[in-house]
């Protein structure tokens, strides 16, 4: 009897070019995208600038954000009673961070006072608990007084600045223009989008 024996088909030829082709895909994959990868965005800040995004804690970021929000409050009160709202006022509106409450103590207890110094206009609070959170400033659009105009040359974008002392350590904040508030200490906050995020830079 004649036996004659049959080897299985081996599969090593095909899966060596099946990973030489995986290889090649991953390299040519590689390339692409390190070509078509942006150089990261310039996130440089001025001396008397911090980024809103990494440089607040999370109360100072709430503080911030409520800051910006009460400023379009603020704009429109200004609109229809052509004067600056006092503090009082916007407690009684609850506007946040103004409103008195049980979470403002948490927040560090600022103490707010509306400055009006010629065309520049606005709302210092001073921080009771500085290690909870820093004094905030916001400084409102200025308009010279030929027109609506912003005289601070910032697009005529609200502005948020932050003061890390104690509120015995400084005084209210006065001139409000940028060398003076800077001379005392405050620090503008700007947020800042990098390449990470996707998105333009923005500064408020």
């Given at each position: 009897?004649?036996?004659?024996?049959?080897?299985?088909?081996?599969?090593?030829?095909?899966?060596?070019?099946?990973?030489?082709?995986?290889?090649?895909?991953?390299?040519?994959?590689?390339?692409?995208?390190?070509?078509?990868?942006?150089?990261?965005?310039?996130?440089?800040?001025?001396?008397?600038?911090?980024?809103?995004?990494?440089?607040?804690?999370?109360?100072?970021?709430?503080?911030?954000?409520?800051?910006?929000?009460?400023?379009?409050?603020?704009?429109?009160?200004?609109?229809?009673?052509?004067?600056?709202?006092?503090?009082?006022?916007?407690?009684?509106?609850?506007?946040?961070?103004?409103?008195?409450?049980?979470?403002?103590?948490?927040?560090?207890?600022?103490?707010?006072?509306?400055?009006?110094?010629?065309?520049?206009?606005?709302?210092?609070?001073?921080?009771?608990?500085p290690d909870v959170a820093a004094s905030?400033?916001?400084?409102?659009?200025?308009?010279?007084?030929?027109?609506?105009?912003?005289?601070?040359?910032?697009?005529?974008?609200?502005?948020?600045?932050?003061?890390?002392?104690?509120?015995?350590?400084?005084?209210?904040?006065?001139?409000?223009?940028?060398?003076?508030?800077?001379?005392?200490?405050?620090?503008?906050?700007?947020?800042?989008?990098?390449?990470?995020?996707?998105?333009?830079?923005?500064?408020?």
């Amino acid at each position: 009897m004649n036996v004659q024996v049959v080897k299985p088909a081996g599969a090593g030829h095909e899966t060596l070019w099946v990973l030489l082709a995986a290889a090649c895909t991953v390299l040519v994959a590689a390339i692409l995208i390190g070509a078509r990868a942006q150089p990261a965005a310039d996130a440089s800040l001025a001396a008397n600038q911090i980024d809103a995004r990494t440089q607040l804690n999370a109360v100072e970021q709430g503080v911030h954000a409520d800051l910006l929000v009460a400023a379009e409050e603020i704009a429109a009160l200004m609109e229809g009673e052509q004067a600056l709202p006092r503090i009082e006022q916007l407690r009684e509106m609850e506007l946040p961070p103004f409103a008195v409450g049980a979470g403002a103590g948490t927040r560090g207890g600022h103490e707010w006072r509306a400055i009006a110094q010629g065309q520049n206009r606005a709302y210092a609070g001073r921080s009771a608990a500085p290690d909870v959170a820093a004094s905030m400033l916001l400084r409102l659009p200025a308009a010279d007084p030929e027109g609506a105009h912003d005289a601070h040359g910032h697009g005529g974008e609200p502005q948020v600045w932050v003061q890390r002392q104690g509120q015995d350590a400084h005084p209210w904040p006065e001139p409000l223009d940028d060398a003076a508030l800077t001379r005392q200490g405050w620090r503008q906050v700007v947020v800042r989008y990098d390449a990470g995020v996707t998105r333009k830079d923005v500064a408020h």
